[in-house]
Nanobody, 123 residues
Framework: VQLQASGGGLVQAGGSLRLSCAAA????????MGWFRQAPGKERDFVSA????????HYADSVKGRFTISRDNAKNTVYLQMNSLNPEDTAVYYC?????????????????WGQGTLVTVSS
């Protein structure tokens, strides 16, 4: 599956952004989808994941209560709504897909990756 992330940009602290990740292919609903982020000079970290049907979600503690992941299988798209953004959220955000069970949090469990979209939060 090919993934295309979009929606990044520059936003002030306290603001919101919605990221989208469009998947090419007819098997989108077969994949667990995840969002990761990588700040300059740091490792790529787990942000959130959602199961195939969207029934279950999982969040990193750092974004819990501020970010919401969702998916629309009819549109082959997964979203990440980000609210109450702060400068520590500045990173390149990547969407990823896996056939694994549950909501994996390790990068090595995801086989397919989008190209990333940059989110910059100014103070």
């Amino acid at each position: 599956v090919q993934l295309q992330a979009s929606g990044g940009g520059l936003v002030q602290a306290g603001g919101s952004l919605r990221l989208s990740c469009a998947a090419a292919g007819r098997t989108f609903s077969s994949y667990v989808m995840g969002w990761f982020r990588q700040a300059p000079g740091k490792e790529r970290d787990f942000v959130s994941a959602i199961t195939r049907s969207g029934s279950f979600t999982h969040y990193a503690d750092s974004v819990k209560g501020r970010f919401t992941i969702s998916r629309d299988n009819a549109k082959n798209t997964v979203y990440l709504q980000m609210n109450s953004l702060n400068p520590e959220d500045t990173a390149v955000y990547y969407c990823a897909a896996t056939l694994a069970v549950g909501t994996p949090i390790r990068t090595e469990e995801y086989k397919y990756w989008g190209q990333g979209t940059l989110v910059t939060v100014s103070s």
